[in-house]
């Protein structure tokens, strides 16, 4: 039972960390990105190469994964901010479709859809967390030092500017905002967190393989992120909650034919997300819906 | 002939894949709602065609009709009950995302229980290609699929620029006051853009299902197409959307020539980056920068 | 006041869900099986098959308590197999679970050793499966079992030389490529290409285009799940008349429909429902619950469990708990079981080794044996 | 009032849109420390001018210069940082954020994670903002989000903004329009106090009423070229061109 439940925990963690990061740029920039989940595999594989070849620790696996990962996101964030929002969410659908499949082509590297099997658990200093308790303990310092680092910078000048940017970009630029350099940096900012997620996820689960980073993994980051409330610092958090445990109470739902379970899920999961947009598209954690009525220019 | 086969083959698959982003095209450049349950639209009338010429045996005229129909009520549901809802409160790019990838989601599982969950196929004689020269193989309906193709964007075209409330659904993404002058309610007008937008991908869905297959989550695929050619053809033009679904067909099926099979869908993307970075406005675009 | 009612809110919707399981009087075993998303299809087909077993071990009391089959959506995808797994292992309790899918079954496996369950897979047959532990089973012969009797019959008794290879780019399109370029020149015929396609690729004319261009004598397919009806619609759409061959991913009942796949040949495990009274058991109620003929993967989903209720009966009969330790070590003690399809013997690296046969579809559902 | 040296100067640009001519080879100068008004009919071409001077868009041909040197092709972020400050006809506030978030994002320019400046430059900053609020009248209301403005509120806000970013040049898209009587003579009051300042305004106005009580110097064009150049007297006694402009107004 309790190993269920951290199990549980450690992935609402690492998944919290995902819409977390994913917030930054899109509930706090106006960066509607498609791709995240492309941020967590960089991180989840540079982690696994350098802990599998070289017994890398924790903490430098990590920083290779945010390093690699940042510098990537670069090849993103250049060319596709210069131009409209739509034009930055078909890039990051494009980064998103080429990535896997250079993460599926790329075997020698990658495993391919084999993934790589046998990940050691992270050592952090010296020290093996493999025990489950332990991992939630490291996984949930990682989210909130996560969480302290991006209210920091949402409260700063910094902040402030992503801010503006998203309420209107043009009135921004006006201001002397370098609105490219302002969003690269944010989308650098959020890309390089979110490898830390691949990190935790890579020596928790001791595999990897693609299909960890498809689009539907990058949509389900939104949809946390949406539900929960963006533009919030809880959010997400609430967010990842409810997007990972309510597919799981679903199935205790009685007389339901044991083959339809999956699809009865995801349809009530489909519609909770329907309902929730036309009804509180805030998000749970967001300003009510009325405050945010006949506002925006 | 190599090439000329590769070449005959992107055409048929450029045909499908203009017919499906057309409709996407538009409807995100009329009413800018960024409309993913699209594919939805696509995958609901396939299935009906299927159900009804595969299984029920009804001729093709009314099997089409049915899918058409289908097609298009599913389009104004979608209008009158999720988008206009949502657009009531802030009409957030993300908030309109969210809602239609719900239904996407539910239209898939719903046909996966219903349908489901294996490939289906409306077996015809006309997906069976024949040798016209040596090694050229070209099936009845790549030849089909083009002049449906055709027919339909001349009608689309003609619609557009000539009829009232045509040229009103051209003015909605511009100014919806000018819809006013034109004394229709911008509201109608939308509707009529989800109507007609989601019936031109029919014969796309009826195609698909007579080539390559159907399956419950194949509105997804249809959606990154879509968007896809609509970015590369230009936001807002339709013929642009038609160009660049054209261009998508046909590199997908020339990067065989050259390329490994595996990276023939990378090459998709590879193409659609290369408009992001050196023309943004796409075929047909207006010049795009910052609003 | 509504962010107070929403927290609320989720630590309800916490505890109830901790709280939702409870021990009943049965012996509990777990199904982490793909019930949802595009590959629910063969999710169906193997709890369906799981369930038909299950009824039979209870109405045949094999055991002292009644066998309940707990289904777990693995969503096919690793996280979502984990998941599901440590919620059998540790809500549920399950001392044995069925498994599918290669990557979902290579994600779930460390779980399962760690807490000491077994999983056996009778869906996937990616080579690589028969690394993953001693908790880890299969009761399906992996790929390259299968390639390596198929091969010789098409190339030496058919005398279809020339082959060509149309592979996904996974562990298991790898691995029959392996076997192919060994076993093809063995056999005396001549590989010549090699395809290789991504999972997620639908349009195959122009790999028909490039199949016509090497004029093989027969084609080979290494791929699962839908695209392989869409290899073969396209491929016969596209001029390509050449023979097909495949493995037990052809064994879908919509293959069996599909009018394109009319006599292509197929290797699986021998799964004659018709030579023993068990097998036509299983076949006729498999037909009244789906409405289609039973396949190989019946079979193997109805066996894994089976296997289950031979070896928990031996335990009970000696006197031991039943646990996943326990079922091990009863299976090399025992590990030859009477199943559909005839003797199966376990190997000590927990793979089976049983009689593959050849078929042909001839568009009957489940086709004929042709070897 | 002429006004001292030469802040901006446009020489012979022109705009063409589609093969209309926006902007047709004008010519014209804004001096510091004068308040100089453009003044036309619709489709004048005042908004496109104003956007050539902050290089929102690229003049077809001619020159823009600002304290003598060029800013022609320059982003409009680096003509901002040069000192150009403007507001909009549609105001553009940041509307989720608060008054004081608007008119604090509007000192920082630094696009690093943080500003430089350290200690000394923050004070500094903060001194503007408060200046900025107290003069608009609206540090009482600093922590309300802008769109629970009122309409007023939402005028001055965007006032507050320009003010408190320390532009030198303040390019200004109908500011007064809808304001009520003390609103508007806050306004006035608000912008003489800056010119005396030293800021150098430049408006777009329809209300000639407007344009009289504020002008130092005014600009009028149509169709795209600068008719005259003038003191407000010179120009609105003129009556060719108000039948240009009253003209324009009975179409």
Redesign the interface.
Known sequence: MTTYIISLAILIGINAILAVTLNFILGYAGIFSLAHAIFFGIGAYTAAILAMKFGADFTVATAAGMLLSGVISLALALPALRVRGEYFVAASLGLQMLALTVFSEWKSVTGGIGGLIGIPPARLFGFDVSDPVLFLGLTLACLALILIAIRALVRSSFGRSLKAIRDDETAASALGKNVAVLKTLAVLVSSSFAAVAGSLFAFYLSFINVESFVLEVSVQIIAMVIIGGTGTLLGPVIGAVIVLLLPALLTYIPYLPPTEIGSIQQMIYGLAMVLLMIFRPSGLWGYGSDTRKGGAP | M?FL??FV??L??GAIYALTAVGFSLIFGSTKI?HVAHGSAFAISGYIYWWLASKLNVPWPIATLAAVIAAAVFGLLMERF?YR??QR??A????????A??????I???I??VA??????V?TPL?????VMD?L?I?PIAAISIVVAIVVFWALNYFLGRTHIGIAMRALSENPDLVRVFGLDPGRVAQWVFVIGSAVVVPGAIFTAM???L???VG??VM?VS??AT?VGG?GSVRGAAAGGMLLGLA??LA?WKL???????V???V??AF??FR?SGFFGSP???? | MFKVRIAAAVAALCVGWVSGAAAQDTIKIGANLPMSGPNAELGEIFSRAAGIAVKHINADKMLSKPVELAIEDSQATPQGGVVSMNKLVSVTKVPYVLSAYTAVSKAIAPVGDRAKVVSINGGAVGPDLAELGDYFWNVIPLVNFEAEVLIPFVVKEKGLKNIVLIFVDDPLGESVQKVLREQVPKAGGKLVGELQVQRATQQFASIAANVRQLKPDAIYIASFGTQVNQIIKQLRDNGVTQQLVSYSAMSTPSIAELPEAKGAWYTTQSADFTTSALGQRVAKEYKELSGKDANAYVANYYNAVMVFGILAQQLEKAGKPITGTTLLEQRRASPTFELVGGKMTFQQNGTVAAPVQIREIDGTGAGKQIK | MTGGEILFQAEHISKTFGGLKAVNDVSFALRAGIVTTLVGPNGAGKTTLFNAMTGHLVPDQGSVTFLGKSILGLPHWKVARLGVGRTFQDLKLFSHMTVQENVTTATESGSWLWQMGGRSAKAERTERIERALEATRLEHKRDTRAVDLSYAERKFLSIARIMASGARLWLLDEPASGLDRSSYDRFLSVLRNEVKEGVTICIIEHNLDIVHSISDRIAFLDQGKLLAEGDPKTILSDPALAAIYFGERGA
Not at chain 2, 116 to 121: F, H, L
């Open positions: 190599v086969q590769l083959n992107g048929q698959l960024f999720i809802p949502i409160h802030e957030s790019f993300f908030t309109v995302f969210i809602a990838f719900g239904v996407q989601l539910i898939q599982n719903l996966g229980t489901g969950r294996g490939m289906e196929t077996t997906s069976r290609s024949v040798e090694g193989f099936a080539t390559a297959g399956n419950p989550a997804t695929h990154l968007l896809a970015i936001i997908e099926n065989y490994d099979p595996q990276w023939s869908e990378a998709t993307f590879i659609l980056f992001i970075i943004p795009t920068t910052a609003k």
